[in-house]
């Protein structure tokens, strides 16, 4: 494992002692260490336990305590179901409509179980081991407002109702300053953010959604990564200028054509296909996190990781091979 202090080099600009690999586990997590999904996603024990057992089992570079995009779903009185063993569901969005916005206060992420579930996780990580790097979590302003008003609803309202629209993104985006500030005090390290539909809009919506998500990453006092889900090609000039210090890129992109159009200058992290650690081999797990390197790292600073989350199913041996590769890989980043 990079310390803490070692891993914080890359915003430098400072040489790296080798490629930094950052595996996005959550589900995969839980599985390590013998532990219900259900209770992942709402027992800050269960997650800080999960998280230092993975990384302590394959020794990769940082934690995360991201588990589902439905927190602020959650503190709005929202219908979410639990599964015992998978991702949290909305069954019924807490906003159907501007009505339900009108006079509603912004919650405060402290006054709300789940979200206090993962800032308790940050202090128990941070209190077993100051110097492992953890990434707090939020949500991008397209993903929240696709999470409390229906994904369905949000896309639909880029074209029937954007003064609306724009509403959800400036209520969702306060809701997740909060929530990162509140994660920052707790010891993260950096902030991630998620945006799940970001493949499914326009540039130009995208462009705009992303105006919100901004604002959030400027008023976090810690660096600051951007996940993205799918194939984003089309939204990359967005993302060269979307204000986050890391750029997660999900398994569809050109890591080459990627790294052209973000600079030398942004920190890119992907992109191995996480389905391929289902049913593939070490042997091209190996080669694709070669070629991710050579792709994306030759020019700019790089960390290696899935596209996207490790499958709960996923070869041991398959999450060991990208490690091993970010360990002793020989080229020249």
């Known amino acids: 494992m990079l310390r803490v202090e070692e891993f914080f ?3 430098a600009g400072d040489k790296l002692p080798r490629v930094p690999v950052i595996p996005f586990v959550m589900q995969y997590a839980a599985k390590v260490a013998g532990i219900r999904y259900r209770d992942y996603c709402t027992d800050p024990e269960a997650m800080a336990e999960s998280q230092v057992k993975c990384l302590e089992e394959f020794d990769y570079d940082a934690v995360n305590v991201s588990s589902d995009a ?6 709005l009185g929202g219908d979410l179901f639990f599964p015992e063993d998978g991702v949290p569901v909305v069954r019924k969005p807490p ?17 709300f179980p789940r979200c206090v579930q993962r800032i308790e996780a940050i202090k128990l990580i941070k209190e077993y081991n100051p110097r492992m790097t953890v990434i707090g979590w939020i949500e991008g302003a397209l993903s929240d407002a696709s999470s409390i008003f229906g994904p369905t609803n949000a896309l639909r309202a880029f074209y ?8 959800l993104f400036e209520f969702s985006a306060e809701f997740d300053r909060r929530f990162a500030r509140a994660q920052v005090e707790a010891g993260a390290d950096i902030i991630g953010a998620g945006d ?11 462009e705009l959604s992303v105006e919100y998500t901004k604002d959030i990453f400027r008023s976090i006092t810690v660096p600051t990564l951007y996940h993205v889900c799918g194939d984003t090609t089309h939204q990359l000039t967005v993302l060269r200028d979307c204000g986050a210090d890391i750029v997660d890129l999900d398994r569809e992109l050109d890591m080459r054509q990627a790294r ?10 992907g992109n191995v ?30 960390i290696l990781s899935a596209g996207c989350e490790i499958p709960p199913d996923s070869k041991y041996e398959n999450v060991q091979a990208m490690v091993e590769v970010a360990k002793s890989y020989h080229g020249h980043t």
């Open 273 to 302: 296909d996480p389905v391929l650690f289902v049913k593939e081999s070490p042997e091209r797990i190996r080669d694709l996190s070669v070629e991710c390197i050579d792709r994306a790292g030759k020019n700019g600073a790089f």
């Open 70 to 75: 439905h927190r602020l779903a959650d503190a």
């Open 260 to 269: 052209e159009v973000l600079g030398d200058d942004m920190i890119i992290r």
């Open 95 to 111: 906003i159907r409509g501007p009505g339900d916005l009108q006079g509603r206060e912004v919650p405060d992420p402290r006054e």
């Open 9 to 11: 080099q890359i915003f």
């Open 160 to 167: 029937t109702d954007r003064d609306f629209l724009k509403r």
């Open 196 to 206: 799940s539909l970001a493949s499914q809009v326009s540039t130009e919506s995208f």
